[in-house]
């Protein structure tokens, strides 16, 4: 180095890291005024996590592999929104779809799941999530639109690196994925009930199956869980304790996204220090907020968190049964809002 030169500066750990291997480019056709409205995103589990979680204050890193030509268009989309993109360059297009909602529903006119990585792909993508998570100390892992991207190994061992390395490794996965990143040793797991049951830890939606369905994943290396039930409040498992999280009913426009911005929305609080039910509690709020909006992974920051404040915790018990939670009148929410 000559005396002159100043070393590269190094940009500052994120807040957040989230591993999605393969976002996906999307391509939605509305319809504005008899006319077609053709929207082009980055889309996927792990963009709508990486979303929420910026979306309530957050600085987040986006690793993936971004390859061809939809790969090239979705890193400019995350990065114009604002996230941190370090990605492996690959073979083979990225993921992409085409949804038409011009009839009030989403009809698919094509997707291209993708391409599953190289063995090269996968040493560099692992790196590459390892580095920056320990530098984060918050990290989740996402799943993938093919099942067979990534091995399924890779998320055990990736759960595993990171926490030996103190990072707080949070998963929303499903299936295989799920049961090798428990195997690693998590942080907290989000999971939703018919999820739980496919796995077999559950032989039914009877509350106190799924609990223990969510206690015999603790006993395998989830130090919490959380469980969403669609319009029954979320559990919470906390150690020994078993919570529900009661949200007041909102009208649904599109449920999509939901359980994703939950993810997001607890990965934001915990890196930011609060409590795991401070945390549960906002993603509580951003998945009920994100079921009112088009957009996937989207809200109002500061709509979210007064929607926490009306949000309750009450102990579970075992041997009852759970009704949906009593639809609060936006007069209501707007006083009781006011009033935290």
Not at 136 to 160: C, E, F, N, Q
Not at 262 to 269: E, L, P, Q, R
Request: proline fraction near 5%; charged fraction near 25%; glycine fraction near 10%.
């Amino acid at each position: 180095m000559e005396p002159d030169q100043q070393p590269a500066a190094q940009a500052p750990p994120v807040d957040v890291v989230v591993f999605a291997p393969t976002p996906t480019l999307t391509v939605t056709i509305e319809e504005v005024e008899g006319s077609p409205d053709i929207h082009l995103h980055a889309g996927g589990q792990g963009v709508w996590q990486a979303r929420m979680a910026k979306l309530l204050g957050s600085s987040v890193e986006y690793c993936a592999l971004l390859s061809g030509e939809t790969g090239g268009v979705i890193g400019h989309l995350l990065e114009d929104e604002g996230l941190r993109v370090r990605s492996v360059a690959g073979h083979a297009a990225s993921s992409a779809y085409v949804h038409d909602r011009r009839a009030g529903r989403r009809d698919e006119i094509a997707a291209a799941p993708g391409d599953r990585l190289s063995r090269h792909e996968l040493d560099e993508l692992h790196a590459l999530v390892l580095r920056e998570g320990l530098l984060a100390k918050t990290a989740i892992l996402s799943g993938a639109p093919r099942d067979d991207a990534v091995p399924v190994d890779m998320y055990r061992r990736l759960a595993a690196d990171l926490r030996s390395g103190g990072c707080r490794v949070i998963a929303d996965l499903s299936g295989d994925r799920l049961e090798a990143a428990i195997s690693g040793g998590l942080a907290l797991v989000k999971v939703a009930d018919n999820e739980l049951i496919a796995s077999g830890r559950a032989e039914s939606d009877d509350p106190d199956e799924l609990v223990q369905g969510m206690r015999s994943m603790a006993a395998d290396g989830a130090a919490a869980v959380v469980l969403t039930r669609g319009a029954l409040p979320a559990l919470l498992l906390d150690g020994d304790d078993v919570s529900e999280i009661r949200v007041p009913e909102l009208q649904v426009v599109d449920e999509h996204g939901a359980g994703d911005s939950m993810t997001g929305a607890i990965a934001a609080a915990l890196a930011a220090g609060d409590s795991l039910q401070t945390a549960v509690v906002l993603g509580a709020s951003a998945g009920a907020n994100n079921v009112t909006r088009h957009g996937l992974g989207s809200g109002d920051a500061d709509g979210i968190r007064r929607l926490a404040a009306l949000i309750q915790v009450v102990p579970f018990e075992e041997g009852t049964q759970t009704g949906p939670v009593e639809q609060a009148s936006p007069e209501d929410l707007a006083r009781k809002a006011r009033v935290q």
